[in-house]
């Protein structure tokens, strides 16, 4: 499948994503992609090492995907899973957050943290509504198996999305069971996971033998501010037109013409961004989804 086709999420997938929040994607990645972003991730992770820059438990949180490994840049729009992304929120879309996460097996007791959450930060507190409005979405595509509960797994509570608190500690240090109905999402490597920001999800400590190793992309609206670091100039020049809109760094057009405005965030001239062509050209701009209508 090339990068020139893209599936859009099926009624079938519509329906379980709405009602669970989640849907995990089999066989998204073939072994060569997923040895090849494996290696990518390794790299950074030997770097980091060497600089003696992992955290105590030679973990590795590495935010902003794409600038710290621009071999992930195939990711942002993979042709097998890119769809869903376009068909919950349409053209005007960007990735506002992403890392790529390595945990090796834990050999001690960990101290404990109730790492239960939304994604999104603040946007928790300072939106009134309940429920809160979704607002972005995230992949995350698995390099290491996962088939397993207890590997560092993605866990959720299933239909959690629509529910603005869960019971937790007073302080993230106490101890604290799993919400009811917590549960670890199970998945082999080359395998994604789709889900809706605000699902209550956390990770499973890895106990296993097994290198966790898992890539994230959080998108959401372009009128929605980036908290990733920009690709440098370099990277974004071998970049395609969607993903140099999607990794912010479109540099053509009147984008940054203060006068005219041209393209900008608030999706006023559908013409300019790339990801509206090419739907477009796809004959994907399905007309029930508001998010596509330009
Ligand atoms: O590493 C995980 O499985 C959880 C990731 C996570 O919390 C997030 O993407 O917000």
């Avoid at 060497?50 to 600038?67: F, I, N, P, T, W």
């Avoid at 992304?85 to 834990?106: E, K, Q």
Wanted: proline share 8%; aromatic share 10%; charged share 25%.
């Amino acid at each position: 499948m090339s990068f020139a086709d893209i599936v859009p999420m099926t009624a079938d997938q519509r329906e379980t994503f709405e009602r669970d929040g989640f849907l995990v994607i089999p066989g998204v990645l073939s072994s060569r992609e997923v040895s090849r972003y494996e290696s990518a991730v390794d790299g950074v992770y030997a770097e980091r090492e060497a600089a003696g820059r992992l955290g105590a438990d030679k973990s590795l949180h590495q935010l902003s995907a794409v600038a710290s490994c621009p071999e992930l840049a195939g990711l942002v729009n993979h042709p097998r899973v890119f769809g869903l992304v376009t068909s919950m929120l349409g053209w005007n879309c960007h990735v506002y957050h992403s890392h790529f996460d390595i945990h090796p097996p834990i050999r001690e007791p960990k101290p404990f943290r109730f790492e239960w959450h939304q994604d999104g930060g603040r946007q928790n507190r300072e939106i009134e509504t309940d429920p809160r409005p979704r607002l972005s979405v995230k992949l995350a595509f698995w390099l290491s198996d996962v088939s397993e509960p207890g590997r560092g797994n993605f866990k959720v509570v299933k239909g959690s999305h629509e529910t603005n608190r869960i019971d937790g500690p007073p302080r993230r240090d106490i101890e604290w069971p799993d919400p009811e109905g917590a549960m670890e999402v199970c998945a082999n490597p080359g395998d994604a996971v789709f889900f809706d920001r605000r699902i209550w999800h956390a990770r499973s400590n890895n106990y296993s033998d097994i290198v966790r190793k898992g890539v994230f992309f959080g998108y959401t609206p372009r009128w929605i501010t980036v908290r990733d670091e920009a690709v440098s100039a370099e990277v974004a020049a071998g970049l395609t037109p969607v993903q140099r809109q999607l990794l912010s760094a479109l540099d053509e057009g009147r984008v940054n013409d203060p006068v005219e405005g041209g393209d900008h965030a608030w999706g006023h001239f559908p013409d300019e961004v790339p990801l509206y062509g090419f739907l477009r050209e796809r004959g994907l701009l399905d007309s029930s989804i508001p998010a596509l209508i330009p």
